[in-house]
């Protein structure tokens, strides 16, 4: 066989072989979404992943070295995914930030494994031992800074009222969207997650506009 022919049969097998690999870590990255969302990290089994997945621990392993391991691969697949749904065309004011927080709610609608994860982890990582403690930590630090400087930033364009208690209203925000996501969770039929979302967001904007707006 020419040596080109066999240089570009090596890479094609190459490049097979890589796919094969990344279908497997996005199969093994999903079903630990489940696995998590329904035991929670502590009573998840790398064993029970695995056997999920149609391969050997060992064979998990080649791809994530521990559960630790896993489970913030699969935290940072997550994170990464809702800042792309954010970090598209910068929002011309306020209000349009609050249109794509509710466009993100509703995207996560069709996540529900990622919202129950989230919901358990969050509350399990309260413990300053756990795994994710200071992904989540430094999460909610980041998304509450994010909503801070939106909102001073709508202050100083005069969108916003210039008295807005603006890390109050970031608080609020986000104690709201998450305390909506666990009754989701809960119950998905027992309420329509981006309207009550959307509705709350509405008056909570009502009641900083700057007159006049």
């Not at 209203?169 to 104690?175: G, I």
Request: one cysteine or more.
């Amino acid at each position: 066989m020419p040596e080109k022919k066999v240089a570009a049969t090596a890479k094609s097998a190459g490049r097979g072989s890589y796919a094969v690999g990344d279908a497997r870590r996005r199969l093994i990255l999903d079903t630990a979404v489940d696995h998590f969302g329904k035991w929670g990290f502590h009573a998840s089994s790398l064993a029970r992943i695995a056997h999920d997945c149609g391969i050997t621990q060992g064979g998990l392993l080649h791809h994530f070295r521990s559960k630790e391991d896993l489970l913030l691969s699969v935290l940072a697949q997550s994170e990464e995914y809702d800042v792309a749904r954010l970090s598209g065309a910068e929002p011309e004011s306020y209000a349009a930030y609050l249109d794509a927080l509710v466009d993100l709610v509703e995207e996560n609608t069709r996540r529900p494994g990622i919202v129950r994860m989230f919901n358990v982890l969050v509350g399990e990582s309260g413990n300053a031992g756990h795994p994710a403690h200071a992904h989540f930590k430094e999460r909610y630090a980041r998304v509450l800074a994010h909503g801070v400087e939106r909102l001073e930033a709508a202050v100083r364009s005069g969108e916003l009222r210039p008295d807005t208690d603006c890390a109050g209203v970031a608080r609020e925000c986000l104690a709201v969207m998450d305390g909506l996501q666990i009754q989701w969770a809960l119950d998905p039929g027992s309420l329509d997650m981006p309207a009550r979302v959307r509705d709350y967001l509405r008056r909570q904007y009502a009641a900083i506009r700057a007159t006049g707006e």
